[in-house]
């Protein structure tokens, strides 16, 4: 059974969905959106959520406070199962210019950015953070851990 869904018309993230399997604790299954979109649309969301009037590759809207490091319980958040029976964890936005450009710089695919992308947001939708040295040490290896589970290395 798949516990975290992807939810994206645009690109196919289910083997990053079975990557995330053992990632997190849970005793409900777990939904995120995913949309990729173009350089003015998440300017403007930027701008709007963060006060930054700048382009940027990637963007976090998580919609559970208090989930990082601990079991998710389907009790403590008994009105926000949706349709799907699932507990819907956040919505991310991916430039997608930024990732095409960032693949290029880095030196792979832009499916690989893509990937990576999603999953620097998936874990942010889970609590993960960069802010300081010690966290954004954890969350790199969190990252790459779930990239490798899922067959995409750098």
């Known amino acids: 059974m798949i516990n975290l869904r992807i939810y994206c018309d645009q690109f196919d993230f289910s083997h990053i969905e079975k990557a995330f399997k053992g990632e997190f604790s849970s005793d409900v299954s777990l939904s995120a ?25 990637v963007l976090s809207f998580p919609a559970l406070d208090g989930i990082f490091g601990v079991k998710i319980k389907k009790a403590d958040f008994p009105y926000d199962i949706g349709e799907d029976k699932r507990l819907s964890i956040g919505s991310i936005a991916i430039c997608e210019k930024r990732a095409k450009e960032q693949a290029e710089e880095y030196g792979h695919s832009y499916e690989r950015e893509l990937n990576y992308l999603a999953v620097h947001g998936l874990c942010h939708l889970l609590g993960y953070d960069h802010e300081n040295e010690e966290d954004k040490k954890v969350m790199r290896e969190k990252e790459e851990r779930i990239l490798a589970k899922s067959g995409i290395e750098r």
């Open 33 to 57: 959106e995913i949309i990729l979109c173009g350089e003015e649309e998440i300017k403007s969301l930027n701008n709007r959520f963060r006060n930054k009037d700048a382009v940027t590759d």
